[in-house]
T-cell receptor, first 115, second 110 residues
C-alpha cells in the first residue's frame, strides 16, 4: 500500500536554530498538508498546499514557518528559528482530492524536540 | 469556525461493543471523518460520512446526522489492539483542510 514517508523520525535542535522536516507524499496525490501534535494534545492543522502554492494556513503557521515543494516528490516544512513551544510531532499528509470520500494519508511523523 | 466535542476517555471489555459519540458545529459541512491513532503513531483513516446514515466497514461502523451535528463510531467485537485514541474530524466546504477533535482514548480490558 502506498505510504507517505517522513524524515527524520526524530530531530533534536537548539532553540533559535532552523530545522527542515521532509516528506515524500504518495506519488499521485495532489494535495499536501502539515499538521502538528503537541504531546497529549490534539492534532492541529498548520498548512495546506496545492498546485505549488499554499491554499490555506492556520494562525500557528506564522512567519517562522514555510513550506516548499522543491521537486516533483518532496514536500518540506521549514521552521526558521525554533522555539521551545515548537516541540511536537509533525505529521505530513497527502490526498488525491479534497472531494468525495478521500481521507488524508498521514506519514509516521517527525518528533521535533527543541532544547 | 468549527467546534468538535467527543468524550475524553472510555473503557470497554474485550469482545464487547462500544459507541464513541462526536458532536460538531461548523458554518459549512463537507464531510466527517474518523481516524484511529495509537500512542506515538500517525492517525489512520477509518471512515468518512457526508450523507446521513450508517456506513459499515467490517467491525467498524460510522453514523452521521447532519441536522443534529452528530456522529458516532461503533466498534464491535472489541480486540485488545483496538486500544487507541479515536479522532473525530470535520471538513468545512469552504476549507481545504480537516479539523480534528481532541480524540477519545479507548481502553480495552481483558
Amino acid at each position: 500500500e502506498p505510504e507517505v514517508t517522513q524524515t527524520p523520525s526524530h530531530q533534536v535542535t537548539q532553540m533559535g536554530q532552523e530545522v527542515i522536516l521532509r516528506c515524500v507524499p504518495i506519488s499521485n496525490h495532489l494535495y499536501f498538508y502539515w499538521y502538528r501534535q503537541i504531546l497529549g494534545q490534539k492534532v492541529e492543522f498548520l498548512v495546506s498546499f496545492y498546485n505549488n502554492e499554499i491554499s490555506e494556513k492556520s494562525e500557528i503557521f506564522d512567519d517562522q514557518f514555510s513550506v516548499e515543494r522543491p521537486d516533483g516528490s518532496n514536500f518540506t516544512l521549514k521552521i526558521r528559528s525554533t522555539k521551545l513551544e515548537d516541540s511536537a510531532m509533525y505529521f505530513c499528509a497527502s490526498s488525491v482530492s479534497t472531494g468525495a470520500n478521500y481521507g488524508y494519508t498521514f506519514g509516521s511523523g517527525t518528533r521535533l524536540t527543541v532544547v | 469556525g468549527q467546534n468538535i466535542d467527543q468524550p475524553t476517555e472510555m473503557t470497554a471489555t474485550e469482545g464487547a461493543i462500544v459507541q464513541i459519540n462526536c458532536t460538531y458545529q461548523t458554518s459549512g459541512f463537507n464531510g466527517l471523518f474518523w481516524y484511529q491513532q495509537h500512542a506515538g503513531e500517525a492517525p489512520t483513516f477509518l471512515s468518512y460520512n457526508v450523507l446521513d446514515g450508517l456506513e459499515e466497514k467490517g467491525r467498524f461502523s460510522s453514523f452521521l446526522s447532519r441536522s443534529k451535528g452528530y456522529s458516532y463510531l461503533l466498534l464491535k467485537e472489541l480486540q485488545m489492539k483496538d486500544s487507541a485514541s479515536y479522532l473525530c474530524a470535520v471538513r468545512d466546504h469552504r476549507d481545504d483542510k480537516i479539523i480534528f477533535g481532541k480524540g477519545t482514548r479507548l481502553h480495552i480490558l481483558p
